[in-house]
């Protein structure tokens, strides 16, 4: 196998392009170097981008935030403005693996890795991120929520790889919130997640919401019916059951090991509300 | 496949070696440097028992290549006692019998000094969020939290 580190975004692109066996572009790595000790992958050649000074950074762009594919957990919860203007957002990274996880792993790593039950993806789907996306072709965005098409797949090119996730600029009186079920109180995998980004007028009324459910589909999807709930409301006891209702409605998922499909179902929903009431929260809303 | 010539730091000593592209920052440490104090529990990330620092950032050396540790600063448990001067947390673990077959000691220790250097005075709740990473089967944790919890106070007073 051989080590590639490139310093720049076009030097990557290239040793990309110009590998011809199967080259991994390694990130954190919490997950390609388990994949490669179990035997799921077996790389020819792995491309570092933690070298590339522009892919370590968090910073302001366009209003809103821009994070580096390189930059850890714990680096974004550090980052007191980010976390100030995009709270869910950081919660639902923070919430992957231990300390030492959050030491290496990174945001564009957990959406490339495409696990139906990462927990930062619906986070990063109901604030609208969108993943920059270098390759031969040159530069593209896509929106967080078509980055992924099924489990372990993403809509990635040979040659592609992403460089950073931007975050919009987040409107006066607004919040997000992620919440995940887990049957123990951390280091485990999301039976449900669901994250609620929402933005109220000056009276308290929802002007505009987004919701996305994980671990109830073979990818993180965005639930238009169950924004729709929440939309012209103040985000009462009577949106907030129809938005429960909305989301169990959205929620298809498997049974398996960690939970029934009827749980899932109705666990999509209480998450839903409890996600909706701590946006509203942070948004400026009476709780 | 030729081998990667690697310049770091280990406990702020530079250390040069070689090492093959797959390897692990664990292999390089144990097989081909001899500081076999951080175990390999899981190699995948679970356990915690390789933890060590990378320019002071708590990480499991098992996900982290060698060739990854080029132009860092790694710290292990090796550079955590001061010749024969034990660290306050070593001297607080062999007071409260946190460990017992100490394998994960080595891991433990260097998550907790890692926490004690970001958060000096951390509740209970905190340190054990902490330290989730790092698993103990003999202990049943709450001497190894009491420890750290010593340990933090008597560093407290100590500054």
């Known amino acids: 196998m051989q080590y590639l580190s490139p310093t720049t975004v076009d030097d ?34 792995i491309l570092d981008i933690k070298r590339i000074d522009e892919l370590r950074r968090i910073a302001h762009d366009d209003g809103g935030w821009r994070v580096g594919a ?13 976390v100030a203007d995009w709270p869910g957002v950081v919660e639902a990274v923070n919430l992957i693996g231990s300390t ?32 920059r996306i270098a390759g031969p072709d040159g530069i593209r965005d896509i929106a967080v929520t078509d980055v992924p098409t099924g489990p372990g797949k993403t809509c990635l090119k040979p ?13 006066d009186r607004s919040g997000d919130a992620y919440l995940r079920f887990i049957p123990r109180t951390e280091m485990d995998i999301a039976v449900v997640g669901c994250a609620v980004a ?22 993180a999807i965005l639930v238009d019916a169950a924004a729709d ?8 006891d009577t949106a907030l059951d129809a938005l429960a209702r909305a989301c169990s409605d959205a929620a298809k998922p498997i049974a398996d090991k960690r939970g029934t499909v009827e749980f899932r179902v109705h666990v999509a929903g209480v998450l839903a509300k409890r996600a909706a009431i701590i946006a509203k929260t942070r948004a400026g809303g009476a709780p | 496949m030729s081998k990667i010539h690697v310049t770091t730091t280990i406990n702020g000593d530079p250390v040069e070696y070689l090492c093959d592209a797959e390897d692990t920052l664990l292999d390089v440490l144990r097989d081909h440097l001899g500081l076999t104090g951080s175990k390999e529990g899981c190699g995948t990330g679970d356990c915690g028992a390789c933890s060590v620092t990378v320019d002071g950032r708590l990480v499991c050396a098992c996900l982290m290549l060698g060739a990854e540790a080029a ?38 220790l260097v998550a907790a000094k890692s926490l004690l250097d970001h958060n000096p005075d951390p509740s209970e709740e905190e ?24 340990a933090a106070k008597d560093m407290r007073e100590a500054s």
Not at chain 1, 20 to 27: F, S
Not at chain 1, 159 to 171: M, N, Q, V, Y
Not at chain 1, 201 to 216: H, K, Q
């Open chain 1, 159 to 171: 040659g592609e790889f992403i460089t950073s996730i931007w975050l919009p600029s987040r409107p």
């Open chain 1, 100 to 131: 030492q996880i959050q030491g290496r792993a990174t945001m564009a790593g957990n959406l490339c890795n495409a696990s139906p039950a990462a927990d930062s993806v619906p986070a990063m789907i109901a604030a609208g991120a969108v993943a």
């Open chain 2, 127 to 150: 340190t054990r969020y902490w330290l989730a990473g790092n698993l103990c089967r003999c202990t049943g944790y709450d001497k190894i939290i009491r420890a750290v919890l010593d």
């Open chain 1, 12 to 45: 990557a692109v290239r040793l990309l392009s110009s590998q011809t066996g199967d080259c991994k572009v390694l990130a954190g790595g919490t997950d390609l170097l388990v994949r490669m000790r179990s035997g799921f992958a077996e790389p020819d050649s």
């Open chain 1, 198 to 219: 929402l933005t109220l007028d000056a009276g308290g009324t929802c002007t505009a919401a987004r919701v996305s459910l994980g671990a109830v589909a073979p990818t």
């Open chain 2, 71 to 108: 132009g860092h600063e790694i710290g292990t448990i090796e550079g955590m006692a001061k010749g024969d001067q034990l660290h306050p947390l070593q001297q607080k673990f062999i007071e409260h019998a946190a460990l017992q077959c100490g394998i994960c000691t080595p891991g433990i």
């Open chain 1, 229 to 236: 709930t929440l939309i012209g409301t103040t985000v009462d």
């Open chain 1, 70 to 82: 390189a930059v850890s957990g714990a680096e974004m919860g550090e980052h007191a403005d980010l």
